[in-house]
């Protein structure tokens, strides 16, 4: 395990070693190169001004974009679409999309309209006789049948007196010897006919009045009811199929997208791992798709990934520094997001928020370009700090190795905020302590020299034996 502390503090040492060099305070002494007694890379402790900022790389974009999208149904295929970064005018041509499923479709819908309005011109013409219907009985065929009945009944009845009459007269005959018994007998037939004509045309009138001109009424009403829905049905749909016909002509010319003013053109990024745009020639779009975008020049920013660990510490209003390839802009952070953008094998696995920069406009400030975002988190006057490289984190805690004599001794410390290259000490050193840069460096030496010819860092062997976590068992 030591040998992979070892290696690891290599690393960071190899990046840090000349900016360290490079101090007024960094104390080296050439024997490291030479002599009987090896020197160690030290540090004097001081206070400074520390500045706590967190580099994001992002990217610039608008914060107002008109989005250019497809407004045809289902999936069209792209016949021609404008360069990205074009400058157009109002009016110009921006994207075509192929017209022969939408032709197809007029065509279809169009034959389904005339066919829906035959249709509704039958209902109609059905409606008007089913109209007509009642007046037509009522007025004709029940008034004629009335009528006729009506006289049917006064003949019966008259037919019946005159049988009575009769009747009456040959009885009295036939008592005055006048007439035989076969003419009184005959006279009463007449006159039990005449009485079953009378009840029989009786019996139609009132199945007439009844039955018949109610159910006839009935019947009429009834198809009346169901012409007129009938007709609103056609009504319906001969709309349905006009208005199917009239989307496909408005999509028709949808087909060409125009620009609706002046402006830059650019492709939206569907995903920020990859570099190739989702729409061009031959690629099949569908309805809403935002296939370009017009973003507004005056109103740009930059949008940035803050990682998980360090997002609580931003927030609206902080101000950022903004280096672009050829300008640094005084930024604002304007929003940070709430909800983490997801995470997946093109991002490494790691999670981080979006953080959004306002910055002022500025000639030649384009949509797309790349941009440095430095956040100043926190800012500390005079405070005490001691280099990343010099501090080792165990289970215990934060220990350095300070300067004693010719030797160097484990001492705990309380470490505050830092930045890449300084921590804030709260507590265990004080101004002027000579701290080692490369602990690891310590460490390795005394286990060459043992205890006997090391027996300057007997203190420092003791210390780290107790509690480092990185032990001779080890």
């Known amino acids: 395990m030591r040998t992979q502390v070892f290696v690891a503090a290599g690393i960071v040492t190899v990046i840090v070693f000349a900016w360290f060099l490079s101090r007024s305070n960094a104390q080296w002494i050439p024997s490291l190169f030479g002599g009987d007694t090896p020197e160690h890379l030290s540090h004097v402790v001081q206070k400074r001004l520390l500045e706590v900022t967190i580099s994001e790389q992002g990217t ?3 914060s107002d974009n008109t989005e250019v999208k497809c407004r045809v149904r289902g999936f069209s295929t792209v016949t021609y679409i404008i360069d990205a970064g074009t400058e157009v005018k109002e009016g110009d041509v921006l994207v075509r999309l192929d017209t022969k499923r939408v032709e197809d479709a007029i065509s279809k ?16 013409a059905n409606l008007k006789q089913c109209l007509l219907a009642e007046d037509a009985y009522l007025m004709g065929e029940y008034k004629t049948r009335l009528q006729k009945l009506e006289r049917q009944l006064k003949v019966a009845r008259t037919n019946l007196e005159t049988a009575e009459t009769h009747l009456t007269n040959t009885r009295s005959m036939f008592n005055q010897g006048y007439v035989t018994l076969l003419e009184v007998e005959s006279n009463e037939f007449t ?18 009045e009844k039955y018949t001109r109610t159910m006839r009424l009935e019947t009429i009403w009834g198809s009346l009811a169901a012409a007129k829905s009938k007709k609103e049905a056609d009504e319906a749909g001969l709309a349905m199929d006009e208005g199917r016909r009239d989307r496909a002509l408005r999509e028709l010319e949808q087909c060409v997208i125009k620009a609706t003013k002046p402006g830059l053109v650019i492709y939206p990024s569907s995903a920020a791992w990859k570099d190739t745009p989702d729409v061009t020639v031959g690629a099949g779009v569908r309805r809403d798709q935002t296939l370009l975008l017009m973003p507004d020049l005056s109103k740009m920013q930059v949008k940035v990934g803050v990682h998980e660990s360090m997002v609580s510490r931003v927030h609206v209003g902080m101000t950022a520094k903004v280096t672009l390839a050829n300008a640094v802009l005084d930024g604002t952070v ?40 430095d956040l100043l988190l926190a800012s500390y006057e005079d405070a005490v700090t001691i280099p990343v490289t010099s ?32 921590l804030i000490v709260e507590s265990g050193l004080n101004i002027g302590d000579e701290v080692a840069l490369l602990p690891q460096a310590v460490l390795a030496e005394n286990e060459e020299q043992g205890p006997t010819e090391g027996a300057a860092y007997g203190d420092s062997n003791q210390l780290l034996g107790s509690g480092t976590g990185v032990s001779e068992s080890e």
């Open 334 to 373: 304007s929003s940070v997001a709430s909800v983490a953008e997801p995470a997946g094998w093109w991002t490494g696995n790691v999670v981080k928020y979006d953080v959004i920069v306002d910055i002022p406009s500025m000639d030649d400030l384009k949509p797309g370009m790349t941009a440095e975002v």
């Open 60 to 62: 610039v974009q608008s």
């Open 109 to 124: 819908h169009t034959t389904e309209s005339h066919t829906a309005r035959a249709t509704l011109e039958e209902s109609i």
């Open 391 to 422: 501090v080792m984190q165990t289970e215990d805690g934060c220990f350095c190795w300070v300067k004693a004599g010719d030797s160097f001794v484990r001492k705990p410390i309380l470490i505050g905020d830092g930045n890449e290259v300084f």
């Open 191 to 208: 006159v039990r006919r005449a009485k079953l004509d009378l009840e029989m045309v009786e019996t139609d009138l009132a199945v007439l």
